[in-house]
């Protein structure tokens, strides 16, 4: 499986961006896609997470009601709506795919693929 995030950029707070993830060698042994970010001197944590069979969303607390996760199977792209950008979503944000059963989809340590990254800086 590889990925290849983009979209990333330099905003002012409240702004919105769009991240993208494109795929290829997604296969049915593929349970789960998901957003993690790293700011400096933070470990990686999970954002939105994908869940492909049922198509369950997942968010974390702090993007909640603010990002929107969704995919476009005939482009094999996942995207991150993002809105009402704070400076504290910035980070690399990276891209991932995995076989996590349910309760690990926000593990990090579930997933194998990663994305090389895609940098989101938010100015106040």
């Known amino acids: 499986v590889q990925l290849q995030a983009s979209g990333g950029g330099l905003v002012q707070a409240g702004a919105s961006l769009r991240l993208s993830c494109t795929t290829s060698g997604v296969t049915f042994s593929t349970r789960a896609m998901s957003w993690f970010r790293q700011a400096p001197g933070k470990e990686r944590e999970f954002v939105a997470g994908?869940?492909?069979?049922?198509?369950?969303?997942y968010y974390a607390d702090s993007v909640k009601g603010r990002f929107t996760l969704s995919r476009d199977r005939a482009m094999n792209t996942m995207f991150l709506e993002m809105n009402s950008l704070k400076p504290e979503d910035t980070a690399v944000y990276y891209c991932?795919?995995?076989?996590?059963?349910?309760?690990?989809?926000?593990?990090?340590?579930?997933?194998?693929?990663w994305g090389q990254g895609t940098q989101v800086t938010v100015s106040s």
């Open positions: 994908l869940w492909l069979s049922g198509g369950n969303k």
């Open positions: 991932a795919a995995g076989r996590p059963i349910l309760s690990q989809v926000r593990a990090r340590d579930a997933y194998v693929n």
